[in-house]
């Protein structure tokens, strides 16, 4: 039955527009966005099988080209657009952050990080830099590693934050893994970059750890 068919209230179109895009399911996302199915399969049975082929929607969206590529239905063209739409996703939150006064500890960073480190295959350190009022000033990448570390060292960081005249600081970095829970060594650099900006009277204001849909901070741990 194609979806035209449905009970109003059941196709995703006209769910989303009714009860919000919170409402569907992953499936039913992604079907808004394949737009049409192919020959005997609703577009909702196709997102269904490629959800099940690539094993879940953060599986699809990590996909590189060749890879997304050969999921059916899919193309250069869909994957073109999935990551003009994953960009402005971004960037959307990067402009929601700067918008804002105030940074340390809110969800909106934790959102914004997740956004740009959670698809990383490679461990990256990352850093945003605020000014006295905890605006934002930069976000810069700082370290990339292997998959299971980077090489962080204080006096590039120092340097960094003095190129932006930054008065305060949030570390971040990814677990490839997906276990967001921070190691020995994390909370060691950690204490090495505070000890070293605090000679600068630059303020650390959180480590952050991105996992796979999970995020730890430091800060709300009391570390810092």
Known sequence: MAISDWPASERPREKLLERGPDALSDAELLAIFLRTGCKGRSAVDLARELLSTFGGLRALLAADCKAFCQGLGL????????????????????????????FANSQSVKDFLTSQLRHRRSEVFAALFLDSQHRLLSFDTLFNGTIDGAAVYPREVAKKCLDHNAAAVIFAHNHPSGVAEPSEADRQITDRLCRALGLLDIRTLDHIVIGDGDAVSFADRGWL
């Open 75 to 102: 193309g250069e063209a869909k994957y073109v657009q999935l990551q003009a739409v994953l960009e402005m996703s971004k960037r959307h939150l990067g402009e929601t952050l700067q918008r804002q006064t105030q």
